[in-house]
Each structure stands twice: as structure tokens, then as C-alpha cells.
């Protein structure tokens, strides 16, 4: 209760205004309409009233199984632009063969109710078939940045995704479109491909959002066990390890690496490092000497899941 005589301070006064106008503006979200479409002409359709009324279009793309990292991008899209899109779509070609396509988390409902309480205004759930028709032959892939981290243990992942974000910034052709950090690699590439074939989109990379322990939120893990839920919060333990080795003096990357190995191997001793390295942030290079600013990124392998996250060592 704002009783009390600094209470009605101008800083308390304002705070306060500004929480009441987010509140608001949530409880509103929620009685907006959020269309859903299922069609690649549906969501032509409903972009070309929002254009038509003047209005700036952001895209949240996403596989669903939403979680505050993506409510997060469509916050920042909500405040940047007047109408969001958030494609939800478990894209089949960035998965290969044995890979997590079928254990990957399906959540819809749920999703939905998220989308419309954040105030988007068009979910767009595609089939498949609606996003690949059988006789395509096109597939987006951007050269070398591929090659480094993730890809290296994913081939054809990035032309997975390059392909379906192509089609994506095609097909709701949107002002701005949000992507999180955690994917590291993923915005370097579609930053890339984005310049590389001119498509007028800005693209929008937002902080990741952790859990309370650090551990970077992803719809992957849903798929670990409570033991490895516990110990995956070592990741992020192991990057703040390297940034407090790295701030202090430059290393030879390969001995930070090593004491990051000898980390995880201590607290997280169920995964399996799939990847460590310490990167050029711009061109993914490897680093012979980590120095700030420095790029350290990691994947391990749980059991069911295979979990990334990165630092930016500045
Ligand atoms: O980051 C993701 O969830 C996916 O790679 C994306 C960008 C939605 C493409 O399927």
C-alpha cells in the first residue's frame, strides 16, 4: 500500500505508473482476439489488413513448447512492433535422422494460451506439407558458418533452419524478427543469410532467460531427468568459470577449455560434452588465446537431451 510519505516520491510515483500501464496492457493482451492460421494464405491475408492499416509487423519464430525465453521475444516484439506474428512449427529438416524430432516437447495448447496472453495477434501452426510441398527442391545454406560448434555434430541443421526462416520472413514478410542468444550460432547465420539475400527484415537478438540455478530455459529440458535437471545448471557454472579465468588475463584458450572439461565432468557428471570452444563472436573462428571479448560456447548431451548455451565475455 502506498501509505507511507515517500511512497508518493516521483521515482516511487513512477515505478508504479509504469507497473500498473504493464499490468494493464497484460490483462488487455489477454482479452485481444489472437488469430490462429493454418495456411500460408491466411497469414497472407490477415499481414495484408495489418499492413493496410499502417501497422509494423515483428516475427517471433519459434517450435513451440514456449517458455519465458520465448515470451520474452514476443514482449520485445510487442513493444517494438504493433502487430506480432509467432510462428509455431517443429521444422522436420533441421532434425536429422535419429535426432530428437519425435521427443521434441509438443505443448499447443498451452502454447496458445501463452501467445494470447502476451498479446500476440497471429499464431501461425502449419503442417508439414503446408510448408513443404513434396516436389521443393530450394534449400536455403549459408557457407562456413556452418561448419563450427553446432554444426559440426549437426550436419544440415543450419540448412534446416536457413531454409525454414527464408520461408518464413517470406511468407509474413515482417519488419523485425526475434531470435534468442542462447542460439548463438543460429543468429550469427541468420543474420548472414538475412544480408547475404537482402531480405528486408531486422533481425532482433534478445538476452536468454535462465532458471533461478542459471540454467538456460529451453523447450529440451523438459526431456531431462530430475538428476540431470540438477546437474545441467553446471553449464552455465562452466561459462562463468571461463569468464572469471578469461577477465582476469588472457589464457591459452585450450587451458580454459580444459578447466571447463574438469568443471563439468565434476558437477554434471550424466552429460556428455558434446562441444567446448571459445570463438570469434562475429566470425566463429576458434581463438588460439581467449581474451575478452570472447565468445565461449558449449553443448552437452543428456540422456534424452542435448543441451547449449554460450557467454559473451566482454
Ligand atoms: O530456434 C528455433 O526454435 C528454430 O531453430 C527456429 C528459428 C524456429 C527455426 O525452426
Known amino acids: 500500500m502506498l501509505l507511507r510519505a515517500e511512497a508518493w516520491h516521483p521515482e516511487y510515483l513512477l515505478c508504479?505508473?509504469?507497473w500498473r500501464h504493464r499490468r494493464g496492457r497484460h490483462?488487455?493482451?489477454g482479452k485481444i482476439p489472437m488469430k490462429i492460421a493454418e495456411t500460408i494464405e491466411q497469414v497472407r491475408r490477415e499481414v495484408a489488413a495489418v499492413r493496410a492499416a499502417g501497422q509494423s509487423v515483428g516475427l517471433v519464430p519459434t517450435m513451440g513448447a514456449l517458455h519465458e525465453g520465448h515470451y520474452s521475444l514476443i514482449d520485445a516484439a510487442r513493444d517494438q512492433c504493433d502487430f506480432v506474428v509467432v510462428s509455431i512449427f517443429v521444422n522436420p529438416t533441421q532434425f536429422a535422422p535419429g535426432e530428437d524430432l519425435s521427443r521434441y516437447p509438443r505443448t499447443v495448447e498451452a502454447d496458445l494460451a501463452g501467445c494470447r496472453e502476451r498479446g500476440a495477434g497471429l499464431a501461425f501452426l502449419p503442417a508439414a506439407a503446408e510448408m513443404y510441398h513434396p516436389a521443393a527442391k530450394t534449400t536455403v545454406s549459408v557457407a562456413n558458418l556452418p561448419e563450427t560448434l553446432c554444426g559440426r555434430s549437426r550436419p544440415g541443421h543450419f540448412a534446416?533452419?536457413?531454409t525454414?526462416?527464408?520461408?518464413?520472413f517470406n511468407i509474413v514478410q515482417p519488419d523485425k524478427a526475434y531470435f534468442g542468444a542462447k542460439d548463438y550460432q543460429q543468429s550469427v547465420i541468420i543474420r548472414r543469410m538475412t544480408a547475404d539475400l537482402n531480405i528486408p527484415v531486422e533481425i532482433v537478438v534478445c538476452p536468454t532467460v535462465r532458471e533461478a540455478d542459471g540454467l538456460a530455459m529451453s523447450s529440451r529440458n523438459a526431456n531431462l531427468s530430475p538428476q540431470e535437471r540438477s546437474e545441467a545448471a553446471a553449464l552455465h557454472g562452466s561459462l562463468q568459470l571461463a569468464a572469471d579465468?578469461?577477465?582476469?588475463s588472457a589464457q591459452p584458450a585450450g587451458e580454459v577449455i580444459a578447466a571447463m572439461r574438469d568443471y563439468l565432468a565434476e558437477k554434471a557428471p550424466s552429460g556428455q560434452v558434446d562441444y567446448i570452444q571459445i570463438v570469434d563472436s562475429d566470425t566463429l573462428a576458434d581463438a588460439a588465446t581467449a581474451q575478452v571479448p570472447a565468445l565461449v560456447a558449449l553443448a552437452v548431451k543428456f540422456?534424452?537431451?542435448r543441451l547449449i548455451d554460450n557467454m559473451s565475455i566482454m
Open 303 to 305: 540422456s534424452q537431451a
Open 27 to 29: 490483462e488487455d493482451f
Open 245 to 248: 579465468m578469461i577477465c582476469n
Open 164 to 168: 525454414v526462416v527464408a520461408k518464413l
Open 16 to 18: 508504479w505508473v509504469a
Open 160 to 162: 534446416g533452419v536457413c
